[in-house]
C-alpha cells in the first residue's frame, strides 16, 4: 500500500482530532514538560503536537516530509499565534545540531519511520538528560462500536492489514514494542502512561477524519474516496444516528531518558 499523508492535508486541517489538553498536562506532571525546553517534534503532520508544546511555553521545532502537511501546521499554528520553527525533513536525519534538544517527542507516527535510525537521530539531538517521547491517540475499536463499524467498512474498500499498525498495536492503542527501540539506542529509565477519553465527533468530522485515514485518502483513488464516504455517511445514519458521536480513545505514552 502506498501512503501519502499529503493527500489528505485538507482533511487532516480540519477534522483531525489532536492530543488532548490531558496529555500535555500529564507530560507536565512526569516533569518531562516545563516552559522554555528546546523541543523537537518528529513526524508533525499538522502540528497537533507541536501546537500543545508551544502552548506549554517550549521553543518548538517541528519536521515533517510533507509539505502541504506542514502548510496546514503553519495555518492553524498562526490562527493561535504561536510561534514555531516549521522544517522539511525526516525524522532519522533532522539536520539539527548535536545535543541541540532537551525534548524529542514523536506523535502518531513512530512506526512509519525505520525506527532504529530515528532512535539515534533523537538520541543525537538530546542533551544529556534530556527526553524522548513516543506517543499515540488512537482509536478503540469494540464490539459494536462505531469504530469496529467504520475499521469493517475501511476493509470493504480497502482489503488487508493496515501494516504497521496491526504489527505493533493498532486496535488496543498500546505499543510494547517501543520500548526495545528506545533502549537499543541507548535510553534508559523507560516508563510508560495511557489512558482513555471519549473524543465528540459531528457526522460530517467523523467522516473527514476517516477519510485522512492511511486506508483512505492517504492511499485510494478519489472516486473510491468519494464512494468509501458515500458508504460510510449512509453507515452513520442508519447504526450511529446520535450527533455528535463519542468515540472511545487511547493515548498511550512512552518516556525514556538520555544517560
Not at 501519502?4 to 492530543?19: E, I, L, M, P, Q
Not at 442508519?238 to 531518558?257: G, I, K, M, Q, W
Request: proline share 7%.
Amino acid at each position: 500500500m502506498q501512503v501519502d499523508f499529503g493527500r489528505t492535508a485538507a482533511d487532516y486541517v480540519k477534522h483531525r482530532a489532536g492530543f488532548p489538553e490531558r496529555f500535555f498536562q500529564r507530560l507536565a506532571r512526569e516533569e518531562v514538560l516545563r516552559p522554555g525546553l528546546r523541543a523537537v517534534d518528529l513526524g508533525t503532520g499538522t502540528g497537533t503536537v507541536a501546537r500543545g508544546l508551544a502552548r506549554h511555553g517550549c521553543q518548538v521545532t517541528a519536521l515533517d516530509i510533507s509539505a502541504s502537511m506542514l502548510d496546514g501546521a503553519r495555518q492553524l499554528a498562526a490562527s493561535e499565534g504561536l510561534s514555531i520553527d516549521w522544517r522539511l525533513a525526516p525524522a532519522e536525519n533532522t539536520g539539527l545540531p548535536e545535543g541541540s534538544a532537551d525534548l524529542v517527542i514523536a506523535g502518531q507516527c513512530w512506526h512509519w519511520f525505520d525506527r532504529a535510525a530515528a532512535a539515534r537521530e533523537a538520541a543525537r539531538l538530546l542533551v544529556p538528560g534530556g527526553r524522548l517521547v513516543i506517543a499515540h491517540f488512537d482509536w478503540v475499536p469494540l464490539p459494536g462500536n462505531i469504530i469496529e463499524a467504520t475499521e469493517h467498512l475501511i476493509n470493504d474498500f480497502n482489503p488487508g492489514p493496515l501494516q504497521p499498525y496491526v504489527q505493533f498495536g493498532h486496535g488496543t492503542g498500546l505499543y510494547p514494542a517501543w520500548f526495545k527501540d528506545a533502549a537499543g539506542a541507548g535510553f534508559t529509565s523507560l516508563e510508560s502512561f495511557s489512558f482513555d477519553v471519549a473524543v465528540p465527533y459531528t457526522h460530517e468530522a467523523w467522516r473527514g477524519r476517516v477519510r485522512a485515514s492511511a486506508k483512505i485518502g492517504a492511499s485510494l483513488a478519489p472516486e473510491e474516496i468519494a464512494r468509501f464516504d458515500a458508504a460510510l455517511a449512509s453507515l452513520l445514519a442508519e447504526r450511529f444516528p446520535s450527533n455528535p458521536l463519542a468515540v472511545p480513545h487511547r493515548v498511550f505514552a512512552l518516556l525514556a531518558t538520555r544517560p
